[in-house]
């Protein structure tokens, strides 16, 4: 079965610091990747995603992530965070499961807190 | 389109007592999802439905935990008898043909 793994789990910068975000998937075939975004209180909303074609992928906000195959993985990032980025984010794999139906897989999210 | 629809929104009940959360998936998706989210488990998938039909329960965590999907524009999931443990946040999800969900804005289910 596939899995997701998020490494930080609380994360602290300054405003315009880089914000880079680990995600790690276990799964050999073909997957579609995704990065949600949960600010406080709120519900999960898509921030980007990866189905195919340029392994580097440009969601809203001025985040991005970029599609490794060989090192399974699927990091975050951003150049310059602001405050209004403080959330918790999650990746999340779409793979086959078992018995062969799709499966989305969310690792267990990383907190990201920006300071002002 | 208003997006996938949950109720209640907030939730508080006594142990012991049935739950019952409901959802509205966004019309002409065909996944429905079931999560959890608590901070020590963080998100969990429970359950999910493929053309109302349910695929994988396999995250439904006891016998406590049942849910149904009558038809394609509804869907409930149920506890009974809660816990205090039950307590956390649902989210309900929809998609079309996969892969990528649209989330309720969640229930969030307090047992005392």
């Known amino acids: 079965a596939q899995s997701v793994s998020q490494h930080n789990h609380h994360v602290i910068l300054s405003e315009a610091a880089s914000l880079e975000l680990g995600c790690n998937y276990s799964?050999?075939?073909?997957?579609?990747l995704f990065w949600y975004v949960q600010y406080p209180g709120q519900h999960l909303q898509l921030l980007l995603k990866?189905?195919?074609?340029?392994?580097l992928v440009k969601g809203i906000k001025g985040f991005e992530a970029e599609f490794i195959k060989s090192k399974f993985s699927f990091n975050l990032r951003k150049p310059s965070v602001q405050w209004s980025d403080t959330a918790e984010y999650f990746c999340?794999?779409?793979?086959?499961?078992?018995?062969?139906?799709?499966?989305?897989?969310f690792g267990t999210g990383t907190k990201l807190q920006v300071i002002p | 389109d208003a997006g996938v629809i949950q109720s209640p929104r907030h939730e508080v009940t006594e142990m012991g007592q049935e739950v019952t959360l409901r959802c509205k998936p966004i019309?002409?998706?065909?996944?429905l999802f079931w999560y959890r989210q608590t901070m020590m488990r963080g998100l969990e998938l429970l359950i999910y439905?493929?053309?109302?039909?349910?695929?994988?329960d396999s995250g439904m965590p006891e016998d406590r935990f049942s849910a149904k999907m009558p038809n394609a524009s509804f869907s409930t999931l149920k506890i009974q008898p809660s816990e205090p443990r039950d307590s956390a946040v649902y989210f309900c999800?929809?998609?079309?043909?996969?892969?990528?969900?649209?989330f309720g804005q969640g229930t969030r289910l307090t047992v005392v």
């Open positions: 439905f493929n053309n109302n039909v349910p695929i994988d």
């Open positions: 999340a794999v779409n793979a086959p499961n078992s018995g062969g139906y799709q499966k989305v897989t």
């Open positions: 799964y050999g075939g073909t997957v579609n």
């Open positions: 990866y189905f195919s074609g340029d392994p």
């Open positions: 019309s002409g998706h065909n996944s």
């Open positions: 999800a929809s998609s079309l043909d996969l892969p990528e969900a649209f």
